[in-house]
């Protein structure tokens, strides 16, 4: 299994930005035990609606805050005060802060040192997300999210669980740069194809005939950072939105979920236009998941063997860069890979690239 240090690509083990965590729905019933990141932590929602994510392990004797279904306080829907949470062990409570507040049997003030890390949470999209910062820094760019969500004619997808993957992100990221695949592994390949780079957006635009469903697809798909991309389709007549985000677990190890947006024909979708956007779902999952076989089977790419046609390989890793490193020096690799890079033999815009430009 490869890691961060193997692709060299900078001084910390896990990227700076917005990642997902959990699907909303996963906290109805009660607190969940995550781990990303190389960090076990614990979250919930508070009684004001309020999602808190805090460092697991108690201080008093190291209880996972959010494993416990059986202690007598969780059973009893006495474990969320508030905005607060009581570990299930001996009930020590902390707050929205991860400040220990209150010993049930001590009439003292808590230890003042007594506290846990608190990370900054977003709900959106049927999802929520952390902002992940090895500097421990407040957000510096905003969380993508698509007002086509909030739309009655979009056509919602539930979330598909792609689970674990033993494979480093910065291979998921060199799909963006990889038109040669489109061919051979997804039966689509490009007449056009493009990146471009700008700031934490790194984007591709790309066109082409898709054998299997006999239509013109055209796609621009964008990452908002390290982890989350969206993709608009273009498919004959149909318009969608596919989202594939993933989160690092352990250095290494990714977490990957995806997730569709359809248009229907009319502003109150019909029981056959959701119909329809399940199937448009279930269609550009088995294309993602002609990626998937192959990275759950492939040995690390540490270096690639690129041809000439290939050069976009190498932005990306720069790109990707930015992430790992102190965000004093993100402008440097911004400014290394910035602009638009076609690929040769694929740089013949004509109508195509006009409509994608519209995007
Ligand atoms: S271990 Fe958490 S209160 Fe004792
Ligand atoms: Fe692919």
Same mark, same amino acid.
């Given at each position: 299994? $490869?890691? *961060?240090?193997?692709?060299?690509?900078?001084?910390? &083990?896990?990227?700076?930005?917005?990642?997902?965590?959990t699907e909303a729905n996963e906290l109805e019933n009660g607190p969940v035990g995550v781990r990303?990141?190389?960090?076990?932590?614990?979250?919930?929602?508070?009684?004001?609606?309020? &999602?808190?994510?805090?460092?697991?392990? /108690?201080?008093?004797m190291g209880t996972h805050l959010a494993k416990s279904t059986s202690a007598s306080i969780v059973a009893?829907?006495?474990?969320?005060?508030?905005?607060?949470?009581? /570990?299930?062990?001996?009930?020590?409570?902390y707050n929205a802060d991860g400040k220990l507040d209150d010993i049930p049997y001590h009439d003292g003030p808590c230890p003042k040192? $007594?506290?846990?890390?608190?990370?900054? &949470?977003?709900? $959106?999209?049927?999802?929520?997300?952390?902002?992940?910062?090895?500097?421990?820094?407040?957000p510096d760019y905003d969380l993508p999210?698509?007002?086509?969500?909030?739309?009655?004619?979009? &056509?919602?997808?539930?979330?598909?669980?792609?689970?674990?993957?033993e494979m480093h992100p910065q291979e998921v990221i060199d799909n963006m740069a990889d038109a040669h695949h489109l061919g051979p592994t997804h039966g689509a390949p490009c007449e056009y194809f493009e990146n471009e780079f700008l700031g934490v957006?790194? #984007?591709?635009?790309?066109?082409?005939?898709?054998?299997? #469903?006999?239509a013109y697809l055209v796609t621009s798909t964008w990452y908002t950072g390290p982890g989350l991309l969206i993709s608009k389709q273009r498919f004959g007549e149909m318009n969608g939105y596919e989202f594939i985000f993933h989160t690092p677990v352990d250095d290494g190890v990714i977490k990957i979920w995806h997730n569709n947006l359809s248009m229907a024909p009319n502003a109150e979708p019909s029981a056959e236009d959701v119909a329809n956007g399940k199937m448009a779902q279930e269609g *550009?999952? *088995?294309?993602?998941?002609?990626?998937?076989?192959?990275?759950?089977?492939?040995?690390?790419?540490?270096r690639i063997m690129a041809m000439p046609g290939e050069r976009n390989f190498r932005r990306g890793r720069n790109w990707y860069k930015q992430f790992y490193n102190p965000r004093a020096m993100a402008q440097e690799f911004q400014e290394m890979v910035k602009g638009k890079h076609h690929l040769k033999g694929l740089d013949k815009p004509g109508e195509l690239a006009r409509t994608l430009e519209a995007d």
């Open positions: 299994m $490869a890691k *961060a240090a193997d692709f060299k690509l900078g001084e910390f &083990v896990f990227p700076r930005g917005w990642f997902m965590i990303f990141f190389g960090k076990d932590m614990a979250l919930y929602r508070g009684s004001s609606g309020r &999602v808190i994510l805090l460092d697991a392990y /108690c201080v008093h009893n829907n006495e474990q969320i005060e508030g905005d607060a949470i009581r /570990c299930p062990y001996h009930g020590w409570r040192s $007594a506290r846990l890390n608190s990370y900054t &949470v977003k709900e $959106a999209m049927g999802a929520i997300f952390m902002w992940h910062d090895p500097e421990g820094g407040e999210t698509l007002a086509e969500w909030k739309d009655s004619q979009w &056509v919602n997808g539930s979330y598909d669980h792609l689970g674990e993957l957006k790194y #984007y591709q635009r790309q066109g082409g005939f898709h054998r299997m #469903y006999d *550009a999952l *088995a294309a993602f998941a002609q990626d998937f076989q192959i990275w759950r089977n492939k040995r690390p790419a540490i």
